[in-house]
């Protein structure tokens, strides 16, 4: 599974299994955003009844397996961040996007874990497989 990343400094994609990161001049299409009534929503993205909210508070991120009907904290520990991205066909793979540094889940937002490369100002993500 690959991410493609939007930054200042121009688009990538990157390896969430290696880690490899090359230049990319494809366009990014981040899913859109599906609306929601919760207070300050950054972004967000769904995958089937799976819904994750990137918001401007502590912990950054909401996450619902039922559509929003009911919301749970993730990312306690996280840096504030800007954008989303949930895998269309697994729901527990996110990966979420800080302003310099991407985290993965793979359990539905119960766990995160830093992608190990550092990029300038992130300003959008997208999951392809």
Do not use: Q
């Not at 609306?35 to 089937?48: E, I, K, Q, S």
């Not at 306690?76 to 985290?103: H, S």
């Amino acid at each position: 599974m690959n991410v493609l990343v939007r930054t200042a400094a121009g688009c990538f994609a990157i390896d969430l299994e290696t880690a490899e990161i090359e230049p990319w001049d494809g366009d990014l299409e981040p899913a859109p955003v599906p609306v929601l009534n919760l207070p300050r929503v950054l972004d967000a993205a769904a995958a089937g009844p799976t819904i994750i909210a990137v918001v401007d508070a502590k912990p950054p991120l909401l996450v619902s397996h039922d559509v929003g009907t009911t919301w749970r904290e993730s990312g306690r520990g996280l840096p504030r961040g800007n954008a989303i991205a949930i895998a269309d066909d697994d729901p527990d793979l996110a990966v979420y996007a800080a302003r310099n540094r991407l985290y993965v889940t793979r359990d539905g937002g119960v766990f995160w874990t830093a992608v190990p490369v550092e990029l300038a100002e992130i300003e959008a993500i997208e999951l392809r497989g």
